[in-house]
């Protein structure tokens, strides 16, 4: 069974611009969740989607944003990037209902310069 | 606001001793905790977990224990293995208002021959 699946693994970007990464979830999970690590603040929770809606969200700026798709894939979009932005961006899916079982994939680590 | 904290960040122990490692949480309304290790370039894998309504659970070279009344967590491996070096997390989850995990700042654990 394929674990989380996160594209792409690494990115460069620059101060200002934007940037996108996804996240497959596996087979038959409907709840994706994602997580900002960094060495300073740790994981922090950014939000979490299921059945194509937000349900949750954590305390970002609004730069911080995302979406989920009918096949449960999802996106997360950070606009307007600052150095402070430079992290590993982990996604999480469960089946969302009921019990918490959480697989996090590996992440995508970006850099801001 | 309230987080999940844990006391030490390092934790070295020989190969084949006993590891325990400790986490203190505030919010008393979480009612499920879990345990992550995340190894080196990826992302946090389930070790246990554990609800509120128990103050213990074993799995394989695994111990959860759990002590509500000074809201303390702890991870036990017995026969700790080369394999077993990675940083640990715990985290928690109050069921009663968000789906999120909320993370402690984690230890790593390493382990020496």
């Known amino acids: 069974k394929a674990g989380v699946t996160q594209t792409p693994r690494y990115l460069i970007k620059t101060r200002g611009q934007q940037v996108t990464l996804s996240c497959s979830p596996i087979?038959?999970?409907?709840?994706v969740s994602w997580y900002q690590q960094t060495p300073g603040q740790g994981l922090q929770f950014l939000f979490e989607?299921?059945?194509?809606?937000?349900?949750n969200k954590g305390n970002f700026p609004g730069r911080f944003s995302g979406r989920q798709f009918s096949n449960s894939r999802s996106e997360m979009n950070v606009s307007t990037l600052e150095l402070g932005d430079s992290a590993l961006y982990l996604c999480?899916?469960?089946?969302?209902?009921?019990?918490?079982?959480?697989?996090f994939g590996s992440g995508t680590r970006l850099t801001v310069v | 606001g309230e987080s999940v904290g844990l006391h030490l960040p390092t934790l070295s122990v020989q190969e084949g001793d006993n590891s325990i490692i400790n986490c203190a949480y505030s919010?008393?309304?979480?009612?499920?905790f879990i345990w992550y290790k995340q190894e080196s370039g990826k992302g946090p894998q389930f070790i246990i977990d554990?609800?509120?309504?128990?103050d213990k659970r074993q799995g394989q070279r695994v111990t959860v224990l759990l002590n509500k009344t000074v809201k303390h967590l702890s991870l036990q491996i017995a026969a700790t293995q080369p394999g077993d070096s990675a940083v640990y997390f715990c985290?928690?989850?109050?069921?009663?208002?968000?789906?999120?995990?909320?993370f402690g700042s984690g230890t790593q654990l390493t382990v020496l021959p």
């Open positions: 999480a899916s469960s089946l969302g209902e009921g019990g918490y079982g959480y697989t």
């Open positions: 087979s038959g999970h409907r709840s």
């Open positions: 989607y299921f059945s194509e809606t937000q349900r």
């Open positions: 919010n008393s309304a979480s009612d499920y």
């Open positions: 554990i609800r509120s309504n128990m």
């Open positions: 985290a928690e989850i109050d069921s009663g208002s968000a789906r999120q995990l909320t």
